[in-house]
């Protein structure tokens, strides 16, 4: 089983390293490779020195926290890179930043709080299981921010478009509803009266999973705003949102949180309405 992760967390980097190369539009090399995919590997880099922390220690306390800085440093490094910094460019890599300013932090301090993040519970006890997770945040950060680093590398000096301005709305509406979705659980969880309760209010009525909404609206907007910068094989970064989409709601998210949900209150009829009348993501509107 080692040995077949190891290999799965090869593959993964070597298809993301394969995207990078083809959605390359600098023209640019460093250390002999194209820009982007010496980017991506540096990505990886960073997650495997993370690793490598974290394995020493199990710990699991700075994943998030490596996983949002490493989404400034690499979207910094874009900045340098750039021929043409203008309005455009600052307002991706803007949303990106701060983004990532805002959300690492506060996983991080969530963590601290609770002592552990349960998913890592026998995740960090084994090594192979460890690489392929931190291999696969490397995934999601390249992935994710492709498009923007894309738009930030590519000169484009012309005004911004209307579908410019559709997709900053996008990301200032998926933005808010991730920092009000995270900010009412947290007030949940703080009030004793809540212990071993599930959030089913404010925002939370509406959706059971409305930060991940907001996570997946945020990246289309950014995915909009970079398009008019794309083109040619660069069109491949596009897949962005859909990658945050499939993993939240296919792989590390839903699954994970469902599961756990199940274990607690899965015989609670309250929380059984709950799952019945509540939309997985989308919120209603009424």
């Known amino acids: 089983m080692g040995?077949?992760?190891?290999?799965?967390?090869?593959?993964?980097?070597?298809?993301?390293?394969?995207?990078?190369?083809?959605?390359?539009?600098?023209?640019?090399t460093l250390y002999g490779l194209p820009l982007m995919a010496a980017m991506a590997l540096g990505v990886f880099a960073v997650q495997w020195v993370g690793l490598t922390h974290a394995r020493l220690f199990e710990t699991e306390h700075y994943f998030d926290l490596v996983g949002s800085l490493t989404y400034v440093t690499v979207t910094i490094f874009a900045i340098q890179q750039a021929v043409d910094f203008g309005l455009r460019q600052q307002l991706i890599a803007g949303a990106v930043v701060i983004w990532a300013v805002r959300l690492g932090p506060f996983l991080f301090m969530r963590i601290k709080k609770a002592g552990e993040d349960q998913r890592f519970r026998k995740i960090k006890l084994s090594t192979p299981r460890f690489l392929l997770t931190w291999t696969l945040q490397g995934t999601w950060v390249f992935i994710t921010a492709g498009a923007a680093l894309g738009a930030i590398m590519t000169p484009n000096s012309n005004a911004l478009e209307p579908l410019f301005f559709v997709g900053a709305l996008l990301w200032v509406c998926g933005f808010a509803i991730e920092v009000v979705a995270d900010r009412q659980k947290s007030a949940f969880k703080a009030n004793p009266e809540n212990e071993g309760k599930f959030?089913?209010?404010?925002?939370?009525?509406?959706?059971?999973?409305?930060?991940?909404?907001?996570?997946?609206?945020?990246?289309?907007?950014?995915?909009?705003?970079?398009?008019?910068?794309?083109?040619?094989?660069?069109?491949?970064f596009l897949i962005s949102p859909i990658f945050v989409a499939l993993l939240l709601t296919r792989i590390s998210g839903v699954p994970l949180l469902r599961k756990t949900a199940a274990a607690r209150w899965g015989d609670d009829p309250n929380y059984q309405a709950h799952l019945k009348n509540t939309p997985v993501l989308i919120p209603r509107l009424f």
Do not use: C
């Open 3 to 28: 040995a077949k992760l190891v290999a799965i967390s090869a593959a993964v980097t070597l298809t993301v390293l394969v995207v990078a190369w083809l959605g390359d539009q600098t023209g640019a």
């Open 199 to 236: 959030i089913n209010t404010g925002i939370w009525a509406r959706s059971q999973h409305p930060n991940y909404f907001g996570e997946i609206v945020l990246w289309a907007g950014v995915a909009v705003m970079a398009l008019p910068s794309l083109s040619g094989s660069a069109l491949i």
